[in-house]
């Protein structure tokens, strides 16, 4: 087996493991901040552990862009706690199609934050989004308030994809992760002493949710985000791209076996969320093809 192959197989395993964070979030009891705080905490002591280990490079950081990255931390805190808590307002399924909408975010924010020219192929890909989430919202109007947590959870995603894609130049992904993270941990600490429950009941926590905690923080967090870059390596962009893509498809099909009770939509559902998919996998294809088209040019 080469090693494309090897790396092709590993890329999907990171994305069904990266697919079962929405499920964790429906198994793990605890509340939607208790669990952001618990990921953060052994994320970050665990990456903190595989660049160690690795010997990932570490450079020195300007001030400007360290405080940067700590500003783009607070929003990928705040990002895991909107999509949790929309799970756990509503089902996984809903979740996991609201994040899908990030697409339509980014085709805004990044011109905005690159400054390059707006692409209408992005504005028409989310015009098509929104019109597969109005099929969405028509049979699951009871869970609005879900619906728009989630959806404010994939504005979120896309702003700290969009602003790492800039800071990414600058510092390792690695160590930008593992400064994203400790800074994602400050500020749901300080949600929680705001709510009033950082306090004892914090650390009474169940065998259970600490094994499932484990895995979410090591396994879907840590591990998953060191072989998706090495992966990017032999791979290329686009092909770790789409795979992601794949990850609302396999996390709804586990959503619907694990939960048959609660997961089981209208067809209507079904119908935008297949809009919604589409949409990612033509974006990600236009994208492969208008870059193959760009490096051809600056070769020429």
């Known amino acids: 087996m080469t090693k494309r192959q090897q790396y092709l197989i590993l890329i999907h395993l990171v994305v069904i493991v990266w697919g079962y964070t929405g ?5 793990i009891t605890l509340s939607s901040t208790e669990l952001v705080w618990y990921r953060l905490l052994i994320a970050f002591v665990s990456l903190g552990l595989f660049i160690w280990l690795l010997k990932r490079p570490v450079v020195k950081i300007e001030k400007k862009v360290f405080w940067k990255i700590v500003a783009v931390g607070a929003v990928v805190g705040l990002h ?19 994040l899908s909408t990030t697409t339509l975010h980014v085709s805004w924010l990044e011109p905005l934050m690159r400054k390059r020219r707006v692409s209408w192929v992005e504005v028409l890909l989310g015009v098509v989004i929104v019109f597969g989430i109005s099929f969405i919202l028509t049979v699951e109007f009871e869970h609005i308030s879900a619906i728009l947590v989630g959806l404010l959870a994939a504005f979120l995603a896309a702003l700290f994809s969009v602003s790492n894609s800039v800071l990414v130049d600058k510092v390792p992904s690695s160590q930008l992760s593992f400064i994203e993270l400790i800074s994602g941990f400050v500020v749901m600490t300080g949600i929680l002493l705001f709510q009033g429950e950082l306090n004892r009941d914090l650390f009474n926590v169940s065998s259970e949710n600490i094994g499932n905690l484990l895995f979410l923080g090591i396994i879907c967090t840590s ?6 870059v090495d992966a990017t390596k032999y791979l290329g962009a686009f092909t770790v ?4 893509n794949l990850e609302p498809i396999y996390t709804m099909i586990m959503a619907v076996l694990l939960f048959p009770n609660e997961e089981v939509m209208d067809a209507s559902f079904y119908l935008g969320s297949s809009i919604i998919l589409a949409a990612v996998f033509f974006n990600g294809l236009w994208q492969y093809r208008t870059g193959r088209k760009e490096r ?3 070769v020429s």
């Open 23 to 27: 499920i964790m979030g429906r198994a």
């Open 296 to 298: 051809k040019k600056r």
């Open 241 to 244: 791209s789409l795979s992601i």
């Open 80 to 98: 895991w706690y909107a999509f949790f808590q929309s799970i756990k307002m509503s089902s996984v399924s809903i979740g996991i199609i609201c």
């Open 223 to 228: 591990l998953a985000f060191i072989i998706a």
